[in-house]
């Protein structure tokens, strides 16, 4: 009789180890279902910005800057603390030929992230902005 009785304590430990299984990789399945769609928006957002950034470069490359310049405005507006994103606007006002918000922009990339490109673009900017001398010959 005992070794019915182990024999059925065998048998019930066995299917609650296979409940347990089951349940345990449906809470996986269900975890990762639950990750997985914030995990591609987050992709996706990423992919986007990155797109718009390329778009920015391709406006630049076609010399349309104004385009650029709105989309890299709106670019910015969502990350204002993004040094590059600050930098390409002080780009964009460079190749327009407004120094003045060039300054501003290449200042604030500086301001945020503070490495030797973004110091001699500020440089050279400030450089620019600088009051010219009039030089006089002198004569003996």
């Known amino acids: 009789m005992s070794e019915n009785i182990n024999q059925e304590i065998l048998a019930e430990l066995r299917k609650i180890r296979t ?12 975890i990762i279902l639950g990750v997985l769609p914030s995990f591609f928006y987050g992709l996706s957002q990423s992919s986007s910005q990155a797109h718009s950034w390329e778009q920015v470069t391709t406006l630049m490359r076609r010399e349309d800057f104004s385009k650029a310049l709105s989309v890299a405005q709106a670019l910015v507006a969502r990350q204002p ?26 200042s604030r ?6 490495n030797e490109e973004n110091e001699k673009n500020l440089t050279a900017v400030q450089k620019r902005l600088a009051p010219v001398h009039d030089f006089k010959l002198q004569s003996k």
């Open 19 to 30: 409940i347990s299984r089951r349940l345990f990789y449906m809470i996986v399945v269900l």
């Open 109 to 114: 990339a500086y301001e945020l992230f503070s």
């Open 81 to 106: 603390n993004y040094s590059y994103g600050q930098a390409y606007l002080g780009a964009i006002y460079l190749a327009m030929n407004d120094v003045t918000n060039a300054e501003v922009h290449y």
